[in-house]
């Protein structure tokens, strides 16, 4: 009797190996199933659609993706014929950099947008515009290793090429005097009415960081965003004002003559106190007013630097940068 209990112990034991062994058998089958169900392959089509739609970094960092986003990315005119290089990319686009990037619009470059890119000079600027003789926007915000004579030189080879030029933007390059800008806008009165230079939608101090003036959606009234200040005659950005009171009297000048609000753009009277802000940017008492405020000092952030607020997890609201560094350091000396 003993020995039959144990032939059928073995037998039991035996059974359920060779259950373990079928399970595991299956197991691997089903992986090996699944591993091949998701064998890679070539992107999906509509991946394709999707690269008109990318920023430059985004665009360069897909075609190292397989090779077939890469031959998409290299091979496709119509992905380079509108350049808008920001950061991070400005802080390392150099001129031989530039001319490979423009290269692939194959002379067809439309609009070529650079913005704060100090790397770039006059002469690497004029090989790209001989290379592409039908750009129409051209944009060089903060490109401080740009000279005005670089500056003069691309907006007359440009408008000798079929005048193409329609816009420019040159704020922020270093040193542009009354005289360059009537040569610059010399050259635009070659190919444009002179009803057609009259601005006629005002630039208003609170939109000269948006996406549609500085790039994409330029207004097609304004061809060159400089002016020259009628408080002190200095090239600079002009910006009208939008308060109801200002639009009958003389409220036009650059942001040195008369400060105006971050948030609004409206200037800012002599009679009016400027409101202290954690960034140091001016506001109007309307707009500090609405603004949330740091939880220690009572001061707020402009939209612009809004990023800079340091939120709390046990408690609603926000801690600006210097009360930040203020209350680590209370905490280390307590800790010490």
């Known amino acids: 009797m003993e020995i039959s209990h144990v032939v059928e112990d073995n037998r039991n034991e035996d059974m359920q190996n060779s259950q373990t062994i079928l ?9 090996n199933e699944y591993t091949l169900e998701v ?5 999906h089509e509509s991946l394709f659609l999707v690269l008109a ?13 397989c090779m077939s986003l890469r031959d998409a990315v290299h091979n496709d005119v ?21 001319m ?4 692939k619009a194959s002379g067809r470059l439309k609009t070529l947008v650079l913005i704060n890119c100090e790397k770039i000079t006059d002469d690497g600027l004029q090989l790209v515009i001989r290379k592409n003789p039908h750009i129409n926007k051209l944009f060089l915000p903060e490109c401080t290793g740009l000279t005005p004579e670089g500056v003069i030189r691309a907006v007359k080879t440009l408008s000798e090429n079929h005048h193409s030029l329609k816009s420019l933007r040159i704020h922020g390059i270093y040193n542009i005097k009354k005289d360059h800008l009537d040569t610059i806008r010399s050259y635009f009165q070659m190919k444009l009415p002179q009803q057609e230079h009259q601005r006629q939608q005002p630039i208003l101090f609170h939109h000269r960081n948006s996406p549609e003036f500085r790039n994409e959606e330029s207004n097609p009234m304004i061809d060159i965003d400089v002016d020259i200040c009628p408080k002190c005659n200095n090239v600079s950005m002009v910006y009208d004002c939008p308060r109801e009171t200002c639009k009958k009297k003389s409220c036009k ?38 603004l949330p405020k740091c939880n220690f000092c009572n001061q707020p952030y402009c939209k612009l ?32």
Request: proline share 5%.
């Open 23 to 31: 399970s595991s058998k299956s197991c691997v089958s089903s992986q």
């Open 39 to 43: 064998e890679p392959g070539p992107p």
């Open 53 to 65: 739609f990318l920023p430059l970094f985004e665009l360069l960092a897909m075609s190292e993706v």
């Open 78 to 98: 119509l992905l380079w014929l509108n350049i808008i290089v920001e950061r991070p990319l400005s802080l390392r686009l150099s001129d031989e950099i530039l």
């Open 100 to 103: 490979k990037i423009t290269s």
């Open 253 to 290: 000048a650059c942001n040195l003559c008369i400060p105006r609000c971050e948030e609004c753009g409206e200037c800012i009277i002599e009679s009016e106190e400027l409101e202290a802000t954690a960034c140091g940017d001016n506001l109007c008492s309307n707009c500090w007013l609405q």
């Open 305 to 336: 630097h809004i990023n800079h607020q340091h939120r709390l997890s046990s408690s609603t609201g926000f801690v600006c940068d210097a009360c930040h560094v203020k209350f680590v350091a209370m905490l280390g000396a307590c800790y010490c």
